[in-house]
């Protein structure tokens, strides 16, 4: 079994801070942090990853998958990053099986209401 933590964290930079968080998994083992963004699937040591990033949780956990033949699985069967289908979030859930971060169906959820506000508002003229 391999010592994993699924990482919850935020920018350092970018000010959609304040909005989003952006999820990883680290190898605790090797200190490794497998991550998905817009720059594609990304492994990175933990030092460098912290440069850019704030922890904001960290939730330990062991498994008996390897990450790096998950990763390459998981480009294959899902493809290139696309914000609502297939982000960081929806990567680092699946790798552990569980679903620790839900902030993309509560955005999704947010993104229907609106545009339902704004169809019955355009119905209504």
């Excluded at 968080?21 to 699937?41: F, K």
């Excluded at 030092?47 to 998958?65: A, P």
């Amino acid at each position: 079994m391999r010592h994993y933590s699924y990482l919850t964290l935020k920018n350092k930079t970018l000010p959609t801070r304040y909005v989003c968080s952006h999820c990883a998994i680290l190898d605790n083992d090797t200190m490794l942090c497998y991550h998905l963004s817009d720059g594609g699937y990304m492994c990175e040591s933990w030092h460098d990853l912290m440069q850019r990033y704030d922890m904001v949780d960290r939730v330990y956990f062991v498994s008996d998958k390897d990450i790096d033949s998950f990763m390459h699985y998981y480009a294959l069967r899902y493809g290139d990053y696309d914000v609502l289908h297939n982000n960081c979030e929806m990567f680092a859930n699946c790798f552990c099986g569980r679903e620790l971060n839900t902030q993309n169906r509560m955005y999704n959820i947010v993104g229907i209401i609106l545009l339902t506000a704004l169809l019955f508002a355009l119905i209504k003229r």
